[in-house]
């Protein structure tokens, strides 16, 4: 019997308050389980099915910009509560969880940086942050970083990852449609290029207003876009929706947006992009050339 339990084998015990490591991430368009090293590695591409998972705002600027080049503006808004908005639970007690989890205060990150040495002006939204509802600070940060590009003579990116707009500041966050659509003429009136890149997803209020105004309109393979969703939509017309209707590929093809570009290209595809709209020359060495579609 001693001998016994001496050969057993021992499962591996965590020690208390000890934190596992998170390793792996499933897919959620083929459930292939994937190495997040490999992930991180692919841009958050499946490299089984190419399906783009949704990506926090600190990883967007890190796979849209070049290395080190990114300095943030945004973060010295915060947002408060006006309405003293309560339903399950207080509007401050969502946004302090929301806030730890992101570490930042509201759900925008603002800043400039280089695309393959072109300067430019970027506002990534982060779905992480009560689903990239637009509030009142998301507007605000939007508009500075519109104005900024203005002043400062440089390109505008915008990337879209939102619910819409944030039920908690009612008509204060509508308002936001407006005054970023305002904000973005200041680049217009100086002959400024605005770009948008719409991810999975953009809904509502954001699709309702400065993500579909931009002078070129992108979208990564296989997002959600649309203002209403389409359970609304069906429930509304009674009718079947065409298959893939609000996706991508689907509004490519009804002249929505632009482009429809993997995430592992993007930064190149900006930088030839803006090199034509600015007149400017981007450093693409050692990037091969896009092949030429069909």
């Not at 680049?187 to 948008?196: D, E, H, M, N």
């Not at 482009?259 to 709209?277: F, K, N, P, S, T």
């Amino acid at each position: 019997m001693a001998l016994d339990r001496f050969f057993r084998r021992r499962r591996p015990q965590q020690q208390a308050g000890a934190e596992m490591p998170d390793l792996w991430t499933q897919c959620p368009a083929c459930k292939e389980g994937l190495y997040n090293r490999d992930l991180l590695a692919n841009a958050y591409v499946c490299p089984k099915c190419d399906h783009h998972l949704r990506l926090g705002a600190t990883r967007r600027v890190e796979v849209l910009l070049d290395p080190s080049s990114f300095v943030q503006r945004s973060g010295r808004v915060h947002p408060t509560d006006p309405l003293g908005f309560v339903d399950i639970e207080a509007y401050p007690d969502r946004l302090r969880r929301a806030q730890a989890k992101t570490g930042r205060p509201d759900a925008i990150l603002t800043g400039t940086g280089t695309i393959h040495g072109l300067p430019v002006t970027v506002a990534v939204m982060d779905f992480e942050f009560s689903g990239g509802s637009m509030g009142s600070v998301v507007g605000e940060e939007i508009s500075r970083a519109a104005e900024h590009a203005a002043e400062a003579g440089l390109p505008l990116i915008i990337v879209a990852a939102s619910g819409g707009a944030r039920m908690q500041e009612s008509a204060l966050s509508l308002m936001q449609m407006a005054k970023t659509t305002v904000a973005l003429e200041g680049l217009t009136a100086r002959g400024l290029p605005y770009v948008s890149i719409l991810s999975d997803p953009t809904t509502g209020g954001v699709t309702a207003s400065f993500a579909t105004i931009a002078d070129v309109i992108v979208a990564e393979p296989g997002a959600l876009i649309g203002f209403a969703g389409p359970r609304v939509i069906q429930q509304t017309i009674r009718q079947n929706l065409p298959e893939g209707f609000q996706r991508a590929e689907f509004l490519l093809e009804h002249g929505m947006v632009d482009d429809v570009v993997d995430r592992r290209e993007q930064r190149a595809y900006l930088a030839r992009l803006l090199g034509v709209l600015t007149r400017q020359t981007p450093d693409l060495t050692g990037v091969p050339a896009p092949e030429a579609r069909p």
